[in-house]
């Protein structure tokens, strides 16, 4: 098993590549296991010896685990989804203070769970999304004043 260490968008990540078979690859990142399907670009090379080494499945941990950038309005934060998601879990309330870095919203994409961070410190003002609910790309999921 591979061991990788990836600091995204200040985040700390340890990803262990269990297996690699074809296009498919077993990761395990921060202790959660996930089964991932590799990309054209990213797809093994036929070598046994290289097919650890060349098939990092963190690509696809990269372009999940960036922190959202936030979107002033006034003096209010808009905390935007990262990409088109599943609401899976709410963990704000409104009332509720909050850091920068804090997650607010996990979503489900691509079947991976991504938590959504706050990109402001305050109070949560106003939490615009339900558990269940589809998200799209930048849509407002948490106001922080």
Same mark, same amino acid.
């Given at each position: 098993?591979k061991?990788?260490?990836?600091?995204?968008?200040g985040?700390?990540?340890?990803?262990?590549?269990?297996?690699?078979?074809g296009?498919?690859a077993?990761v395990?990142?921060?202790?959660?296991?996930y089964?991932?399907?590799?990309?054209?670009?990213?797809?093994p090379?036929?070598t046994?010896?290289?097919?650890?080494?060349a098939a990092?499945?963190p690509?696809?941990?990269?372009?999940?685990?960036p922190?959202?950038?936030a979107v002033?309005?006034g003096?209010e934060?808009a905390v935007p989804a990262?990409?088109?998601g599943? =609401?899976?879990? $709410?963990? @704000? &309330?409104e /009332?509720?203070?909050?850091?920068? *870095?804090? %997650? !607010?919203i996990?979503?489900?994409?691509?079947?991976?769970?991504?938590?959504i961070?706050?990109?402001?410190d305050g109070v =949560?003002?106003? $939490?615009k @999304? &339900?558990? /269940?609910?589809?998200?799209?790309? *930048?849509? %407002? !999921?948490v106001?922080?004043?």
């Amino acid at each position: 098993m591979k061991t990788y260490s990836f600091t995204i968008g200040g985040k700390k990540y340890e990803v262990e590549i269990a297996s690699v078979e074809g296009k498919k690859a077993s990761v395990s990142v921060n202790g959660k296991s996930y089964d991932v399907e590799l990309s054209e670009e990213a797809a093994p090379a036929p070598t046994v010896a290289e097919a650890p080494v060349a098939a990092p499945a963190p690509v696809v941990k990269e372009t999940a685990a960036p922190a959202p950038a936030a979107v002033p309005a006034g003096k209010e934060t808009a905390v935007p989804a990262p990409m088109q998601g599943t =609401v899976v879990e $709410v963990k @704000v &309330s409104e /009332g509720q203070a909050v850091k920068s *870095g804090d %997650t !607010v919203i996990v979503i489900e994409s691509m079947k991976m769970e991504v938590e959504i961070a706050s990109t402001a410190d305050g109070v =949560v003002k106003a $939490v615009k @999304v &339900s558990k /269940g609910d589809q998200l799209e790309e *930048g849509q %407002t !999921v948490v106001i922080v004043a």
